[in-house]
């Protein structure tokens, strides 16, 4: 019989600097997966931990996490290098339900780290441009020095309309975004809410703020999806760790609908 939890073995190709206290590891993996899967990444002997896949499935030959540094294994994968190798459990999960999407226009909001899980769709539909309407997407962070993935910020400028903002205090000189908190710069826009849907990840408090703001803008609530990536330890439903009432995190989600969220007890 398999076991379940003995994970694949993969070989780190290529390591990003993203900010002081975060990198981006590119594995070397041949695995099928779909933009909103997550995965448990292992440093051996040091333990293993929950992140979302945040390339997309069509870049082939590998996979790319982003990872802030905040504990044990976290710290154990920032001090590995190229050629370096770590355990790989996944994909679970559901995903973005891109059929529902094909044909919409779609704003994207992200906060700090949460771009990751937002980037594995993007790329994708990006790659699959001709599939999708509009594509906005609205990023802050607390600091210029606090943006992830600046290198690839610059790149889409040219391709989609990207608005970016820094916390007050955040900016820094030569800065030429915005400075507001997410949710305040999310109502300065022109944004219309018909034929459009919402994906959104950040911090949880970031999150409320905008679903709020979007729901004064005429967006409902099946048209806002966000990921909820917290408290997830097993990843398949066993630990009984990330359920919310009835509703495991990793195995029915981790991607719902403020609707389907909504009618979850106010447990998170």
């Known amino acids: 019989m398999e076991n379940i939890y003995r994970p694949k073995v993969l070989e780190i190709i290529e390591i990003f600097k993203e900010t002081p206290d975060i990198k981006t590891f590119r594995l070397g993996a041949d695995i099928s997966y779909m933009p909103g899967q997550f995965g448990l990444y292992s440093v051996f002997g040091e333990g293993e931990a929950t992140f979302c896949i945040a390339s997309s499935p069509t870049q082939k030959g590998y996979i790319e996490c982003t990872v802030k540094r905040i504990g044990k294994v ?3 994968l920032h001090s590995l290098d190229v050629d370096d190798k770590i355990g790989f459990r996944g994909p679970y999960g559901n995903s973005f339900p891109i059929d ?3 044909g919409k226009n779609l704003l994207f909001i992200g906060g700090g780290i949460g771009l990751a899980p937002l980037r594995s769709l993007l790329l994708y539909c990006l790659d699959k441009r001709e599939d999708f309407g509009e594509i906005t997407l ?8 606090d943006l992830v993935y600046k290198r690839e910020l610059e790149e889409l400028k ?3 309309n990207l608005v970016l903002t820094v916390d007050p205090g955040g900016e820094k000189e030569g800065w030429t975004g915005k400075i507001g908190f997410v949710p305040k710069v999310l109502e300065e826009l022109s944004l219309k809410a018909e034929n ?3 994906i959104t990840c950040g911090p949880p408090i970031m999150i409320k703020f905008v679903c709020a703001s979007l729901e004064n803008l005429g967006f409902s609530e099946d048209k806002i999806i966000t990921t909820l990536e917290m408290k997830m330890k ?3 439903g066993k630990c009984g760790r990330c359920n919310i009432g009835k509703t495991y995190v990793c195995k029915d989600g981790p991607v719902f609908s403020l609707k389907e969220i909504k009618e979850m007890p106010d447990e998170f």
């Open 138 to 145: 609205l990023y802050g962070a607390r600091s210029v020095n």
């Open 234 to 236: 097993c990843g398949i």
């Open 158 to 160: 040219e391709k989609i």
């Open 74 to 76: 976290t710290d154990a």
């Open 100 to 102: 529902v999407l094909k």
């Open 196 to 198: 459009c849907f919402v």
